[in-house]
C-alpha cells in the first residue's frame, strides 16, 4: 500500500469511536463517501478497525476509484448520495449529509439531504448547512 504523508498522520476524530457505535447500536446506517483513493480509504478503515475495534461500518463505500470505475460525476455532484439512498431503500430527505468541506454540504444541498458541516478546521463555508458542529459527539445531539 503506498503510504503518502497524510496516511502516516492520520489521526482520528475525539470519541470517533463512541459516535460510531452509537450509530450502530441505532442501527442507523452509514456509507463513506470520499474523493481519497481507495488505497487510503482502506489505510483508514483498518486503521479504525485497530484503534477502536471498529469493522463493517460503513456499506457503501465511494471511493474516488469506485466514482471513477461507475462514471460518477464526484461531489458536489449529488449522483453518489442518490446511489446511497437507492441502496439503502431510504428517500434523499430522510439522510444527513455530513462533512467537513463545502463540497460535501453542496452534494448534500444538491441532492435534497439534510446537511451538516462538521467544522473540524475552524473554517467558515458561504453554504447553509441544516446543522452546524464542531465535534462529531454532536451529531449524537442531532440524532436524538
Known amino acids: 500500500m ?58 457503501p463505500i465511494i471511493s474516488r476509484e469506485f466514482q471513477m470505475e461507475k462514471e460518477f460525476r464526484v461531489k458536489p455532484h449529488p449522483y453518489s448520495l442518490e446511489f446511497i439512498s437507492k441502496s439503502w431503500k431510504i428517500p434523499l430527505e430522510h439522510i444527513l449529509m455530513v462533512g467537513d468541506s463545502i463540497h460535501d454540504i453542496k452534494c448534500g444541498i444538491n441532492a435534497g439531504t439534510q446537511t451538516c458541516y462538521f467544522n473540524s478546521n475552524n473554517v467558515q463555508i458561504e453554504s447553509q448547512p441544516d446543522y452546524k458542529i ?7 445531539l442531532i440524532i436524538e
Open 134 to 140: 464542531d465535534s462529531l459527539h454532536e451529531i449524537k
Open 2 to 59: 503506498d503510504l503518502d504523508e497524510g496516511n502516516l498522520n492520520l489521526q482520528f476524530q475525539p470519541k470517533i469511536d463512541e459516535v460510531l457505535k452509537f450509530l450502530k447500536k441505532k442501527k442507523i446506517p452509514t456509507a463513506l463517501l470520499t474523493r481519497n483513493s481507495e488505497s487510503s480509504t482502506n489505510f483508514f478503515l483498518e486503521k479504525l478497525k485497530k484503534n477502536h475495534d471498529i469493522t463493517n461500518m460503513f456499506d
